[in-house]
């Protein structure tokens, strides 16, 4: 079993569609998975159809702190459940930020579980779920748009996570540049920028696709919403091999569970 959180402390660079695309598409391979959202805003929810709901909140919270069977939510889809947030979420960071060894609660409450992957959609800001993502995750999943301020934020949650090495084991398993347009001259130098800059632990871009926010705006996932979008299979480079993509994204992902 291995857990992922896909984290970047900027905003809007596609966190919440690369945690449910990778989530959805381990499950579709026969992969007993746990999507939890860790972001108040309760868009893992909006993306699968689903009510927002508080079940963070009750496995987290000292005065419930239910069993992780009795709080996940069934996405409707095999093989994948979630734990939902919502507004309750903001709440409960309040609460938790008097209770001792707050930055291990993530941890002790998945400690025991039967899925094969778990995976967090982190919050952009750098609050306590951020930080306890870090300590209970064994890999940390970085989506970036290809312009120089999302870029930083790479650096900036790289930066956090040295800053945790003593309470955490979790490592780089990819940077994943989004909203990529091969055509455009920005998105070429700053691709070619991370490449320089972090090696292979670049995965590969993901197309710019306006079908990612359809999908999510009809709570369908992209292999539900169109498996053949660019988004999933990346571009075509004239041998008949796609680039890109995140199915590739996932073969990746895959080497680590």
């Given at each position: 079993m291995a857990i992922f959180a896909v984290l970047n402390q900027k905003g809007g660079v596609g966190k919440t569609t690369t945690a449910v695309t990778i989530a959805s598409a381990l499950a579709r391979q026969d992969y007993a998975t746990l999507l939890v959202d860790l972001d108040s805003q309760g868009n893992v929810a909006?993306?699968?159809?689903?009510?927002?709901?508080?079940?963070?909140?009750?496995?987290?919270?000292?005065?419930?702190?239910?069993?992780?069977?009795?709080?996940?939510?069934?996405?409707?889809?095999?093989?994948?459940?979630?734990?939902?947030?919502?507004?309750?979420?903001?709440?409960?960071?309040?609460?938790?930020?008097?209770?001792?060894?707050?930055?291990?609660?993530l941890a002790d409450a998945l400690a025991r579980n039967d899925y094969d992957a778990i995976v967090f959609?982190?919050?952009?800001?750098?609050?306590?779920?951020?930080?306890?993502?870090?300590?209970?995750?064994?890999?940390?999943?970085?989506?970036?748009?290809?312009?120089?301020?999302?870029?930083?934020?790479?650096?900036?949650a790289l930066q956090t996570l040295a800053s945790l090495r003593r309470i955490s084991r979790c490592q780089l398993a990819g940077i994943v540049p989004t909203f990529y347009e091969?055509?455009?001259?920005?998105?070429?130098?700053?691709?070619?920028?991370?490449?320089?800059?972090?090696?292979q632990r670049v995965l590969p871009p993901i197309p710019q696709d306006t079908r990612?926010?359809?999908?999510?705006?009809v709570g369908k996932t992209l292999w539900e919403y169109d498996p053949a979008t660019r988004a999933l299979s990346?571009?075509?480079?004239?041998?008949?091999?796609?680039?890109?993509?995140y199915n590739q994204v996932v073969e990746r992902i895959k080497e680590l569970l």
């Open positions: 909006d993306s699968l159809d689903l009510e927002t709901g508080d079940d963070l909140r009750r496995l987290l919270s000292p005065d419930l702190r239910l069993p992780l069977a009795q709080v996940v939510t069934p996405s409707g889809r095999p093989n994948l459940d979630v734990i939902r947030a919502d507004k309750t979420t903001a709440v409960l960071k309040q609460i938790l930020a008097g209770v001792d060894l707050r930055e291990y609660v959609d982190c919050a952009p800001s750098v609050d306590l779920f951020h930080i306890a993502a870090l300590v209970a995750a064994d890999f940390i999943v970085i989506p970036t748009r290809l312009d120089k301020l999302a870029v930083n934020g790479v650096r900036d091969r055509t455009t001259a920005e998105s070429h130098l700053q691709l070619t920028h991370l490449a320089q800059t972090f090696g990612c926010r359809e999908a999510a705006r990346g571009y075509e480079n004239g041998n008949g091999k796609h680039l890109g993509g």
